[in-house]
């Protein structure tokens, strides 16, 4: 009786053992999954910064310039509140749509690029080495070591594309495409977001109130984004900060202005 208490006790010992061991699995697996879901968010980020940028100047600029033209011509921020709106999510779709159809036709065009001259490589290689060794030869390279490059070309196809993607047809590689879902996706939410910066003032304040908190705000963000811009383009933070606000004053005295006029 007392040796069968022992092994339902070992036993029961076991299986809770094999259960934490479980768990543990489960829990690292978990992990690594959620690192690996912030790790590929993290560089999708990073590879479409340029376009967030673009999208939310992009958003800020366009619907500053109508929330200030509504805002001129109405006594109402419920009327500015529904124009901003309509227009932020209207331009987020259109450019959400334009990157999507922008980006798969520049990859359309890319693979149709690499197609021919894969073709071109199969149909006529030596006319296509001499073209490698010219460019070669132009770029300073000597007899031996332009024969020991084409030669190390002519034995690996892919590397051999690859390198006429990036020298003649300037694609920067054969596996550097972007996706098209992934940047319409980033596009939608910088777009919408910027988009609505200077329209929740109008949601939560009187009109007088919401014209100059928008505008605060909205030149703050604007500033940030011309900030931005200089950082991603490596250009003088000051001046493109300058121009990103000249820009928006731009569109928001033509939406004053229209205001003005449609309401006399």
Do not use: C
């Not at 690996?36 to 939310?56: E, H, T």
């Not at 300073?140 to 020991?148: I, K, L, N, V």
């Not at 054969?174 to 609505?196: C, E, G, H, R, Y």
């Amino acid at each position: 009786m007392s040796a069968q208490k022992s092994a339902q006790g070992l036993s029961f010992l076991a299986a809770i053992g094999k259960s934490f061991y479980d768990l543990r699995r489960r829990l690292f697996f978990l992990g690594w999954l959620r690192e690996s879901f912030l790790a590929a968010i993290g560089k999708s980020f990073y590879d479409s910064i340029g376009d967030i940028v673009f999208g939310m100047e992009d958003g800020t600029v366009s619907i500053f310039g109508l929330v200030f033209g509504v805002a001129s011509s109405t006594t109402s921020s419920s009327v500015v509140l529904l124009a901003g709106a309509t227009g932020a999510i209207s331009a987020a779709v259109s450019m959400m749509a334009g990157t999507f159809l922008d980006v798969e036709s520049t990859n359309d065009q890319a693979k149709a690029q690499l197609a021919q001259e894969q073709a071109e490589i199969d149909k006529n290689p030596e006319a296509e080495k001499q073209e490698v060794v010219d460019r070669l030869r132009a770029a300073g390279f000597s007899d031996q070591e332009t024969t020991a490059i084409v030669d190390a070309l002519a034995h690996h196809p892919r590397t051999w594309l690859q390198v006429e993607a990036s020298s003649e047809l300037h694609l920067g590689g054969t596996d550097q495409q972007k996706n098209p879902f992934v940047q319409s996706a980033w596009m939608f939410v910088s777009d919408l977001f910027a988009a609505f910066v200077p329209v929740v003032p109008f949601a939560f304040l009187s009109l007088q109130s919401a014209r100059l908190v928008s505008l605060v705000i909205t030149a703050a963000l604007l500033l940030l984004l011309g900030v931005g811009r200089g950082l991603v383009g490596h250009r003088n933070v000051v001046l493109t900060a300058l121009e990103t606000l000249g820009i928006a004053t731009a569109a928001a005295l033509a939406g004053f202005l229209i205001g003005k006029l449609v309401t006399r």
